[in-house]
């Protein structure tokens, strides 16, 4: 697991209140119990609070998997 | 990279060491090495930590908590004695599964500042009480960290543990109401985070929110969720965006009148059909705009038109009784880039941003205390370090810093803003360690000071503990502990002031002086719906009522004494110009009150039409000064009989046989209106104690007593007034008479 990895690990066992969440990248809104478009909101506002960036409308159309986050955070984390 | 044992140099130039340590650790692994590092890191950079080296100190302390002598390791860190090494073991002791010992820690744990950081500590303490079991104690830290947070991740938390801990005790709470939060945009971003920040003000709640956009219908229809749901307080949060204005408005008057009229229709109906008392939100003035500047300058451009909105939305609410919540203000105070994200709103209908919702919630629910009349009433004050710079019994007068350099300015800048309180009627209170004579000294002598010593109600200086004193000053004040705000720099007075009167309001004060007015601000704690005549006197009457008292003492009976302040009582049925006050005093009076049944403008309103409902008003002036309206009765026809369904009385006028004359005007309108009997009614309340036997004193029978301890009593209505010799009456309440 790289850094990015374990603090998006963090971010969702916070977020879900589920200490026992190992993020794969298939994962989408049915795998994890509580995500639904409403949480998806607010976890962003969770990522870009712990990761100290904001993203923008395309961005956001992507992100719907845990895959595609990472993605997205590691695209964004090496164009700063 | 090899274990160091130290805390290599380079630590010392990050802006923030510890986390630095802990990127290097996840390298590490969790050697002997690692952990003396760990111990090095948090001995050297943990006096001061902020909210996101906590949450990774917490999250490192989960993953080193695994192995078997936890318990050994967290009371070797949290023997090093920084914040960050207690919390650090507190969070491993969690992770082991020691919730009593972690709360242990947390709760004696020193504050690393009075933010979000406390907020932590707290909801961590709450958290850990509640997984050992003591739901029972998990109220107090729920209650600090929602007063304390600034973040809407932290009000999630204790929303989450609030439900928790409702589920397995009784979290007592001054009141409950049922809130429906309708408006534009999706409201469930924010409205159910209203729990947590009113329950920050001791409020209990059930939240009905909207759906989006759907206000208009969920107000109208009358067989909607919001009908089923009978809100006892409907809030209205519509955004700028919904009210559909060009950037350039053809008639803009017409515009705004119509914009004014539709939000006017919409409180009538919640007025009427459910009683409700409403919060209207006002409307940001969005930044971004193609008229720039402009758009506030021509007469029909966008800004113009909300500026001109919102100016006279605060009339036409003010006129409807509704409240208003300044959300251009809460806008511009987190800043309108942090306030809305064009991004957030365009994806996903989120405005304003999550940044923006601790503040709007917590200013929301200072409203919502406010409707519930549970406004705190006095503001107490330490001195020394409070409200100047050093100590007067050891600086004396030349050596205190008050006025004069940029420190002295602060603290008389924070006694302009006492003073402002004081003038719309919070009376203001000392309570001080200190000899009385050298802290009078200060207002009576000092050439900066603008307090002055007739500006406080009570001056308590002295060597009592300070809880002591303020259950003093409440009672010389005549009003509930739970009504007074404690002021003191000093975070020891604070926390033993908390312990031994939790009841008292303790807002958490910052090192510099000159951010008290912003902190004190902040906390809400004055908010009140309305600023009447008797608001601004009141002040005034606090002080006089503590002479009044001196005259009493020195007078050797009661007739003699209540002679001697020659009272002029005015009784009138209740009239509009004096609705918000009555309103105001039928929702804060707790002491002389025999229903305590609190009310809304439109009920009120209903019972002024109600040629059934007898109503009357007290307005007492005597030789110190104008109390103003302070006293309410409301009585109902029934049949033959007039039923008392609400009689209060303010505190301040208490002891002076007003009542008397209140309940002599009812029974003279009754007379004349051919009613047989007058029944009374006493509630019980936990404070309502002194009225329990007030119609037994005034003869009445008894005619039911219930298990709760609620009577009703009768009295047939006598068929002359008795005399008054002790004060002037002016009676208008009565009925008129037929011609005799």
């Known amino acids: 697991m790289t850094p990015t990895d374990q603090r998006l690990q963090a971010v969702f066992r916070e977020f879900f209140n589920d200490e026992s969440l190992e993020l794969r990248d298939g994962m989408t809104f049915s795998d994890i119990r509580g995500w639904d478009s409403l949480a998806h909101v607010t976890l962003i506002n969770a990522l870009e609070a712990e990761f100290g960036l904001k993203f923008g409308v395309r961005e956001l159309m992507k992100m719907k998997s845990v895959g595609a986050i990472r993605q997205v955070l590691t695209a964004k984390a090496s164009a700063a | ?740």
Request: aromatic share 6%.
């Open chain 2, 1 to 740: 990279m090899a274990a160091t044992a130290h805390a290599p140099a380079f630590l010392d130039s990050l802006d923030d060491p510890i986390r630095g340590a802990l990127a290097l650790q996840s390298d590490d692994g969790a050697g002997e090495g690692a952990l003396l590092l760990l111990q090095d890191v948090l001995s050297r950079y943990g006096s001061r930590i902020g909210p996101k080296t906590m949450h990774a100190l917490a999250r490192h302390a989960k993953s080193a908590a695994l192995g078997a002598d936890a318990a050994v390791r967290a009371a070797q860190i949290r023997a090093i004695g920084t914040p960050a090494a207690q919390w650090y073991a507190a969070a491993m002791l969690e992770s082991a599964g020691s919730f009593e010992a972690a709360a242990e820690a947390l709760d004696v744990m020193d504050d690393v500042s009075w933010g979000e950081e406390r907020a932590l500590r707290l909801e961590a303490l709450a958290r850990n009480r509640l997984r050992a079991g003591d739901a029972a104690r998990v109220g107090l830290p729920l209650r600090y960290a929602a007063q304390a947070t600034q973040t809407r991740q932290t009000l999630v938390s204790l929303d989450r543990l609030l439900t928790q801990a409702q589920q397995s005790a009784d979290l007592p709470v001054k009141a409950r109401r049922r809130i429906a939060v309708l408006g534009s945009g999706v409201l469930d971003f924010w409205a159910g985070l209203l729990r947590p920040a009113l329950f920050g003000f001791d409020i209990g709640c059930e939240i009905l929110t909207g759906e989006y956009d759907q206000y208009q219908q969920e107000i109208r229809d009358p067989s909607s969720r919001l009908a089923k749901f009978r809100p006892e307080i409907v809030v209205l949060a519509v955004n700028w965006r919904s009210l559909g204005l060009l950037d350039e408005t053809a008639d803009p008057a017409a515009t705004v009148r119509n914009l004014i009229d539709g939000m006017a229709a919409l409180w009538r109906t919640c007025q009427h059909r459910y009683r409700a008392a409403v919060i209207q939100l006002n409307f940001e003035i969005p930044e971004v705009d193609p008229l720039g500047r402009l758009s506030a300058a021509s007469p029909g451009g966008r800004a113009r038109v909300i500026h001109t909105l919102n100016l006279e939305l605060w009339d036409a609410a003010q006129q409807a009784r509704v409240a208003v919540l300044d959300v251009e203000q809460l806008a511009a105070a987190t800043g309108k880039r942090n306030w809305s994200d064009p991004g957030m709103w365009i994806a996903a209908k989120q405005y304003p941003t999550t940044d923006a919702v601790p503040l709007l919630t917590r200013n929301l629910a200072a409203l919502v205390r406010a409707v519930c009349g549970l406004t705190s009433k006095c503001a107490v004050l330490d001195l020394d370090g409070t409200l100047w710079g050093g100590v007067i019994g050891e600086d004396g007068l030349d050596g205190i810093r008050l006025g004069g350099d940029a420190e002295g300015e602060a603290y008389t800048a924070f006694h302009q803003y006492l003073l402002g309180l004081r003038r719309r009627g919070i009376p203001l209170a000392v309570c001080s360690k200190n000899n009385e004579d050298d802290a009078r000294s200060v207002f009576r002598r000092h050439p900066e000071t603008v307090l002055k010593e007739d500006d406080f109600a009570v001056f308590l200086a002295n060597w009592e503990p300070k809880p002591d004193n303020l259950k003093n000053i409440a009672a010389m004040l005549n009003i509930g502990v739970d009504s007074l705000v404690f002021l003191d720099d000093n975070p020891v007075e604070r926390n033993l002031v908390r312990r031994e009167l939790p009841e008292v309001e303790v807002p958490e004060l910052p090192d510099d002086p000159a951010r008290y007015a912003e902190a004190l601000h902040a906390t809400y704690l004055f908010e009140s719906l309305s600023l009447t005549d008797e608001d601004r006197r009141r002040a005034d009457t606090y002080r006089d009522n503590v002479l009044r008292t001196e005259l009493a003492e020195g007078s050797t009976n009661l007739d003699d004494y209540l002679v001697s302040l020659r009272m002029k009582v005015d009784l009138r049925p209740f009239d509009e110009t004096n609705l918000p006050r009555i309103v105001q005093l039928i929702n804060k009076t707790n002491q002389f009150s025999l229903t305590t049944r609190r009310t809304t403008a439109s009920e009120v309103m209903a019972w002024m039409q109600d040629p059934a409902c007898y109503t009357q008003f007290m307005r007492l002036q005597d030789r110190f000064g104008d109390s103003g309206v302070t006293g309410a009765m409301v009585a109902v026809r029934e049949g033959e009989t007039l039923r008392i369904v609400n009689w209060l009385m303010s505190c301040r006028v208490l002891g002076r046989r007003i009542e008397n004359l209140m309940l002599a005007s009812l029974i003279r309108h009754a007379r004349r209106a051919g009613v047989a009997a007058v029944i009374g009614e006493y509630l019980p309340t936990a404070k309502n104690g002194q009225t329990s036997d007030l119609f037994d004193r005034f003869g009445f029978e008894r005619i039911e007593e219930r298990e709760d301890g609620g009577r009703l009593y009768r009295a047939a209505v006598p068929a002359e007034d008795e005399p008054v010799t002790w004060c002037e009456v002016t009676d208008t309440t009565a009925a008129e008479v037929s011609a005799v």
